[in-house]
Structure formats: structure tokens, C-alpha cells
């Protein structure tokens, strides 16, 4: 049962352009949720969070956007830079609570 | 980044041999966890640690067991290899359990 989804495996985005990566999720206890940037051969690094509390989180180009209500979150990259190009994978957890649960993941490609 | 290195970085086995994979941290984060990544499944909890000998199972334990015995080690071991756990196994840290810091990660072929 996948309490975490990514629907789009991939996307494509011109360079400067905005690109948005969706998450939904299906467990309503989910209260704080995260985003992962992951470079092939290299371990995934954290890139932007948010709480139940909040609709949005910003973080220079990065901004997170939540809606409890449809179960789903999404980022937007704003611009677009090719270096941006990666797997990103959503996460989501209880606050306080250990564990995390990662999505399939959806890779970028930013064409300069 | 995080300080947090793995061992070895790259594994190749037989099936039915045993394994050890390392997880060393020098930020003496309380938790610790072991993931493997595989496609089309993301990244899928093995187990995890939430300090010295105290560890708990994940979505995806069976086959493996992990021990702590130090805060800053976390062992992952695979009792008899099989092909079904060919895959990228990685490390994570975290003080408080939701922001996880990761390792660069091992790749492990099992033959």
C-alpha cells in the first residue's frame, strides 16, 4: 500500500521555465512532509519541509505548496536551472515521529 | 554535509554468503536508518535505530537484521545473501526523526 505517491516517473522542463513535482498521500495522521533532491551515485540530500500548520514554505527557488484537504503537496522550482536536474522524491511522516515514508520518486531533466 | 560515511561503497557476492554493511556518523544524531532504493519502489525503510542497542523493524526487514552497539555505528547484515536483495542500500542520520541526512550509499550485486 503506497501511503506516499509520485505519479509522474519523470518530466521534462526548458531551462528558466517552472518546474512542479506533485506528491499525494493517503494517510491523514501524515502532518509534516519533505522534499528529497538525489544526483545519480550520490545519497539523497534534503532540500525543503513543511508542516500541517502551513500552506506554503519558500526557500529561494524552492517552494513547497501543501493542500490537506486534497491529501497533496507539490514543489515548484522557479527558474528552472539545468543543475537542477535529478531525481526528487516526497516524503511525509507524523511529527515526532521516527519514521519516514518516501514516494517513487520523479526525475527532472531541465533542457538548457 | 553530514558526517556520515558507508562501507564498502561497492559489493559484489555470491548468493547464500553473508553480509555487512557499515554506517558510520560523527554527528552523534540519536537515530539512525537503513534504506534500500530499487526501481519503480523509491526509497523503502530495512530497519532503524533510535539509540545504542535499541532498533526496530522497517517495511522491508525480512532478510536482514541490524545491530548498535555505539552511537555513531549502525550494522546491517545480511544473513544469507539471495538476488532479491541486489540493490543501493542506504544510510540515514537524523536528530529528531523526520529531516534525514543520508550517505553516499553501497551498491550490492548478489550473483
Known amino acids: 500500500d503506497q501511503q506516499v505517491k509520485q505519479n509522474s516517473p519523470s518530466l521534462s522542463v526548458q531551462e528558466g521555465r517552472i518546474s512542479i513535482l506533485n506528491c499525494d498521500y493517503t494517510?491523514?495522521?501524515?502532518?509534516?512532509f519533505l522534499w528529497y533532491k538525489k544526483y545519480p551515485a550520490e545519497g539523497p540530500t534534503f532540500l525543503i519541509s513543511?508542516?500541517?500548520?502551513?500552506d506554503k514554505n519558500e526557500d529561494g527557488r524552492f517552494t513547497v505548496f501543501l493542500n490537506k484537504s486534497a491529501k497533496h503537496l507539490s514543489l515548484h522550482i522557479v527558474p528552472s536551472q539545468p543543475g537542477d536536474s535529478a531525481v526528487y522524491f516526497c516524503?511525509?511522516?507524523?511529527?515526532?515521529?521516527?519514521?519516514?515514508?518516501f514516494g517513487t520518486g520523479t526525475k527532472l531533466q531541465v533542457i538548457p | 554535509d553530514a558526517g556520515i560515511t558507508q562501507s564498502p561503497r561497492h559489493k559484489v557476492t555470491e548468493t547464500g554468503t553473508p553480509v555487512t554493511l557499515r554506517c558510520h556518523q560523527t554527528?552523534?544524531?540519536?537515530?539512525m536508518y537503513w534504506y534500500r532504493q530499487d526501481p519503480g519502489h523509491g526509497l523503502r525503510l530495512i530497519h532503524y535505530s533510535y539509540g545504542v542497542k535499541d532498533t526496530d523493524k522497517g517495511e522491508v526487514s525480512d532478510g536482514y537484521s541490524v545491530s548498535r552497539s555505539k552511537t555513531e555505528d549502525f550494522l546491517l547484515t545480511l544473513e544469507s545473501a539471495t538476488s532479491s536483495q541486489t540493490s543501493v542500500y542506504f544510510c540515514a542520520i537524523s536528530e529528531r526523526g523526520n529531516e534525514q541526512y543520508f550517505g553516499p550509499g553501497t551498491r550490492l550485486t548478489v550473483t
Open positions: 494517510n491523514s495522521m501524515f502532518d509534516y
Open positions: 513543511i508542516s500541517s500548520i502551513k
Open positions: 516524503a511525509a511522516s507524523e511529527w515526532g515521529y521516527q519514521k519516514v515514508t
Open positions: 554527528e552523534n544524531h540519536r537515530y
